[in-house]
């Protein structure tokens, strides 16, 4: 799939993303996007992706590609 990127090494597709950053499940995820900032742990560059962790929810997680640096924008 072309929305594959690889995070620490890892291909992964924008629902697992979406699952290392909420750390659990999540129901839906659209593409990945660069996000254009840098981490504030090691400076590496930092994926977007938008996803549902439920039904009635929908967040913005950042996830740097080559640490485990990870946040959520409600
Ligand atoms: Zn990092």
Known sequence: MPDNR?????????????ELIEDDTVMEADSIRDAERECPECGGDVLSVGYMPSVTAFVTGYKCQDCDWGTREE
């Not at 690889?6 to 979406?18: D, S, Y």
């Open 6 to 18: 690889v995070v620490q090494g890892r291909m992964v597709t924008p629902k697992r993303l979406a």
